[in-house]
C-alpha cells in the first residue's frame, strides 16, 4: 500500500483548505484511515481518523473539532481532510496514515503507532 496526499499551500487565518490522500491497491475499504500532522520544532500529533467499518465513523482531536472534517471515498481510495476556519498554530505538515492491519480500540488509533502505513506529508501554513 503506498499513500500520496496533496493539497497544501498558503492560506490565511480564517481560510479553507482540503487534504486529500489516495491509496494504492484495492482494499482501501478495509482500512482504518487517519491524519496526523508536525508543526515545527514539535512533535508528531494525532489530527482525525475515520474508521473502515460502522458507516465510517469519525473522530478528531479537541483542538480541530468543529472545524475540520475527514471523510472517505471507497470508490476513489481517497480519504479527505476539509480544514475550515484556519489559523496560525494549524501550520503543520499534515500527514495521512492508513491502518491495514487487524482493527483495534478507537482511543488507540489517536497514536501513530497504530498506522502501519504513511504518506509524504503535504505543508500547510496558515498565515495570520
Not at 91 to 116: F, K, L, N, P
Request: glycine share 12%; aromatic share 10%; proline share 2%.
Amino acid at each position: 500500500v503506498q499513500l500520496q496526499a496533496s493539497g497544501g499551500g498558503l492560506v490565511q487565518a480564517g481560510g479553507s483548505l482540503r487534504l486529500s490522500c489516495v491509496a494504492s491497491g484495492r482494499t482501501f475499504r478495509s482500512y482504518d484511515m487517519g491524519w496526523f500532522r508536525q508543526a515545527p520544532g514539535k512533535e508528531r500529533s494525532y489530527v482525525a481518523h475515520i474508521a473502515r467499518t460502522g458507516g465510517g465513523s469519525q473522530y478528531y482531536s479537541n483542538s480541530v473539532k468543529g472545524r475540520f472534517t475527514i471523510s472517505r471515498d471507497n470508490a476513489r481510495n481517497t480519504v479527505y481532510l476539509q480544514m475550515n476556519s484556519l489559523q496560525p498554530e494549524d501550520t503543520a505538515v499534515y500527514y495521512c496514515a492508513a491502518r491495514t492491519g487487524v482493527r483495534t480500540i478507537t482511543s488507540a488509533m489517536q497514536t501513530d503507532t497504530a498506522y502501519d502505513t504513511w504518506g509524504q506529508g503535504t505543508l500547510v501554513t496558515v498565515s495570520s
